[in-house]
């Protein structure tokens, strides 16, 4: 039997030794590492405190909110700080869900109808509170109206009551601006037949005489209204001119908007509306500056590109991003449009929700897009 020397035992020992150390070694640097230990570039510093992903809040598949959204998080995506953030646009219920959401943290961004948001903010209506939602760009307009059958008997909206009228999906929150409408009309929500319907199944119930009258609208032109026209005889009912600068007076999200002579069958004057509440992009007022900064920076200065994935990106221009409706801005997207130099100073909206006088332009002053692919079919998604 062979023995080993008492000198290759203890450089065994010893080599073993040393592998032990080494391991050790390893242990205590990965330690190190995961707990904050060691330096590092300052410019591997700030990567590492970027958020490494951005979720978007836009509502169900099918509607312009979640084609919007995922223009933006592609941009966003693209040119976010270093470009490594992934961003996401995930499929929600809509406007109210999202404004929940941001309250709540599970969301970093969304989209929403800025009349939903307007009164979300202040806890008024159905709102169980006031809950915290900024505004981070101003998007495209909303552009509705009632329309009637010929020959209905309805030639004004007060004489909307007592009648069948469609007024959008159940739960899409239509109620937030059409209840505002009404009152100006001198009546109330209650004073209808509410119906509801997505704007196509509208159609088809003022086709079939199931309806007496139906909201419709979006951008301009509106494919519905386009597809009521075309079937058949309507009547654009018209608001009172009075109550309608009472409207645009009370709430910021209400501005005036006419609809060209010739854009529907059968319209051969131009309609003096209202955009009901544009779509726009929102965060939480507690979100972090530099990521809030960051987005507006990245969308605005990069906003031609999203104009090729969708036609709402032409509503991001110098005359509507940062334009009010109703909603305080987030600090730090206010910070990046006064440094670009496009903050509209009169249209200043402070964190309580109070606005200061100023004049709301025209949509034809604003540049937004009028494609009526800029929103969708069923009114801007405002659920």
């Known amino acids: 039997m062979h023995l080993s020397s008492p000198t290759s035992s203890l450089s065994a020992l010893s080599r ?45 598949p099918g509607g312009a909110f ?24 995930e ?18 961004l969304a989209l929403s109808n800025s009349a ?3 009164f979300g903010v202040r806890g008024e209506g159905d709102w169980d509170q006031a809950y915290p939602a900024r505004a981070v760009l101003t998007l495209a307009p909303n552009v509705a109206l009632f329309v009637t059958p010929s020959g209905s008997g309805i030639e004004s909206i007060a004489d909307l009551a007592g009648r069948r009228v469609v007024i959008g999906p159940a739960g899409a929150g239509f109620h937030y601006f059409v209840r505002p409408i009404l009152a100006a009309h001198g009546i109330a929500w209650e004073d209808l037949t509410v119906l509801h319907n997505t704007q196509s199944g509208a159609v088809d119930m003022l086709a079939d005489g199931s309806a007496d009258a139906a909201f419709l609208g979006g951008a301009v032109p509106t494919a519905s209204i386009t597809q009521a026209a075309s079937g058949q005889s309507i009547v654009f009912l018209p608001f009172d001119p009075e109550a309608r600068q009472r409207l645009i007076d009370e709430y910021l999200f209400f501005r005036p908007a006419t ?24 965060a939480s007022a507690d ?30 221009n110098p005359n509507n991003a940062a334009r009010s409706t109703g909603t305080p801005f987030h600090p730090a997207a206010e910070r990046y449009f006064r440094e670009a130099g496009i903050w509209p100073e009169a249209a200043s909206v402070d964190a309580e929700g109070s606005a200061a006088d100023g004049e709301v332009a025209d949509p034809s002053e604003t540049g937004e897009s009028t494609d009526s692919s800029a929103t969708d079919d069923e009114g801007s998604d405002a659920s």
């Open 66 to 89: 979640f084609v919007v959204g995922g223009a933006l998080a592609e941009v966003l995506g693209s040119h976010f700080g270093d470009g490594s953030t992934q961003v996401t646009a």
């Open 116 to 118: 939903i948001t307007y």
């Open 259 to 282: 609809i060209p002579a010739g854009t529907y069958r059968g319209q051969e004057e131009d309609y003096l509306g209202l955009d009901v509440g544009s779509m726009h992009f929102i």
């Open 91 to 108: 499929a929600t219920q809509g406007s109210q869900e999202n404004i929940r959401r941001l309250a709540q943290g599970d969301l970093d």
């Open 16 to 60: 073993r030794a040393l592998t032990m150390l080494a391991l050790a070694a390893l242990v205590l640097a990965s330690l190190m590492v995961a707990c904050g230990g060691g330096s590092a570039p300052d410019g591997e510093e700030a990567a590492s405190s970027s958020p490494r992903f951005l979720s978007i809040g836009t509502a169900p």
């Open 287 to 316: 979100a972090d500056d530099e990521v809030i900064y960051e987005v507006t920076r990245a969308l605005y200065e990069n906003r031609e590109e999203v104009a090729t994935k969708h036609p709402a990106g032409r509503a991001i």
